[in-house]
């Protein structure tokens, strides 16, 4: 970003003024390493995750699952079955947590909101030019009012990451700004795309900023892109998530997605939240799993044989 205001002082010989952006980031401990992240995170799954492996842990995070369907080939009629199919979990299954969302393309959201008929389960659509960011903004508010025009109780959008890594603080914060503005008092989710940022700082600071530009979770990636949800990405965001709860006394949500592949993954995520967020994020409205074929298994682990539900 260009601040005149800041050019001059310099030539004047004063100190350059910082941006509100900086200064916010100032706040925090921005400059950690990879390698204390790794180091962090290979003790903390050596030492933390055996104790999570337990039946009541794993009916949790049934609960916590966003049940995801973005294909190029979805339809009316496979969202739709999948809708169905959350309908009579509920018979099927009477002792157990349904899912927290569905999680789908913001052109099936009157699809999901007329046929979903279990109480409690969110509807929400990825919005804002998924899964790259990179279409006009007027484009992007417009297909988050349609979503929640035709239903969505929750919006996923992906944090412009061109602008973050170009430095343009203040367009990342108005886009997202904006975009909140639209949601109202519905939960956004802001993906920071972390295979993109590369490093721990990175995301750090992006999660910081997305939060600071009204942010209700923050999301690891879009699964379309590699590497997507990774331990270590999770306890960087989760570290940002608590110093600016500590900050602000503003909670925030975290949503691990993409990547999420066995049982064992997801218990690796909800070990990092609670070391790093403790008792108060462990519940469905402050933790979630965007995943497409974890509840299967966690289901099976659950009832004791290899099930096929979803």
Same mark, same amino acid.
């Given at each position: 970003?260009?601040?005149?205001?800041?050019?001059?002082?310099?030539?004047?010989?004063?100190?350059?003024?910082?941006?509100?952006?900086?200064?916010?980031?100032?706040?925090?401990?921005?400059?950690?390493?990879?390698?204390?992240?790794?180091?962090?995170?290979?003790?903390?799954?050596?030492?933390?995750?055996?104790?999570?492996?337990?039946?009541?842990?794993?009916?949790?995070?049934?609960?916590?699952?966003?049940?995801?369907?973005?294909?190029?080939?979805?339809?009316?009629?496979?969202?739709?079955?999948?809708?169905?199919?959350?309908?009579?979990?509920?018979?099927?299954?009477?002792?157990?947590?349904?899912?927290?969302?569905?999680? #789908?393309?913001?052109?099936?959201?009157?699809?999901?909101?007329?046929?979903?008929?279990?109480?409690?389960?969110?509807?929400?659509?990825?919005?804002?030019?998924?899964?790259?960011?990179?279409?006009?903004?007027?484009?992007?508010?417009?297909?988050?009012?349609?979503?929640?025009?035709?239903?969505?109780?929750?919006?996923?959008?992906?944090?412009?990451?061109?602008?973050?890594?170009?430095?343009?603080?203040?367009?990342?914060?108005?886009?997202?700004?904006?975009?909140?503005?639209?949601?109202?008092?519905?939960?956004?989710?802001?993906?920071?795309?972390?295979?993109?940022?590369?490093?721990?700082?990175?995301?750090?600071?992006?999660?910081?900023?997305?939060?600071?530009?009204?942010?209700?979770?923050?999301?690891?990636?879009?699964?379309?892109?590699?590497?997507?949800?990774?331990?270590?990405?999770?306890?960087?965001?989760?570290?940002?998530?608590?110093?600016?709860?500590?900050?602000?006394?503003?909670?925030?949500?975290?949503?691990?997605?993409?990547?999420?592949?066995?049982?064992?993954?997801?218990?690796?995520?909800?070990?990092?939240?609670?070391?790093?967020?403790?008792?108060?994020?462990?519940?469905?409205?402050?933790?979630?799993?965007?995943?497409?074929?974890?509840?299967?298994?966690?289901?099976?682990?659950? #009832?004791?044989?290899?099930?096929?539900?979803?």
């Amino acid at each position: 970003m260009t601040d005149n205001h800041n050019d001059s002082a310099h030539r004047h010989g004063a100190e350059p003024r910082m941006s509100k952006y900086d200064e916010a980031l100032a706040k925090y401990d921005t400059g950690i390493s990879d390698e204390s992240v790794r180091e962090a995170v290979r003790k903390l799954i050596a030492e933390k995750v055996h104790e999570n492996d337990t039946p009541e842990v794993k009916r949790f995070l049934m609960g916590c699952i966003e049940l995801t369907s973005l294909n190029t080939t979805d339809s009316d009629e496979s969202i739709l079955a999948l809708t169905e199919r959350v309908n009579q979990f509920e018979d099927a299954h009477p002792d157990l947590p349904h899912v927290a969302t569905l999680c #789908v393309y913001p052109c099936f959201a009157r699809t999901v909101s007329q046929s979903l008929e279990v109480e409690g389960v969110g509807i929400a659509c990825v919005t804002g030019g998924f899964p790259s960011s990179q279409t006009f903004q007027e484009v992007k508010v417009a297909e988050t009012a349609l979503a929640i025009g035709d239903g969505a109780t929750e919006i996923d959008t992906v944090m412009p990451v061109g602008k973050y890594l170009s430095g343009d603080y203040e367009g990342l914060s108005d886009d997202l700004g904006e975009l909140k503005a639209v949601c109202g008092e519905r939960p956004m989710k802001v993906i920071l795309e972390t295979g993109c940022l590369k490093t721990a700082a990175n995301i750090k600071r992006a999660a910081l900023l997305a939060m600071y530009a009204g942010a209700d979770f923050i999301k690891t990636s879009t699964g379309k892109l590699q590497p997507a949800a990774t331990p270590e990405a999770a306890y960087v965001m989760c570290q940002a998530i608590r110093e600016y709860h500590d900050q602000t006394g503003i909670q925030v949500g975290f949503k691990p997605a993409g990547g999420l592949n066995s049982v064992t993954d997801a218990l690796i995520h909800y070990t990092i939240a609670k070391e790093l967020l403790g008792e108060k994020w462990l519940t469905a409205r402050w933790f979630r799993l965007g995943t497409s074929r974890l509840a299967n298994q966690l289901l099976s682990e659950i #009832v004791g044989e290899e099930t096929r539900f979803f």
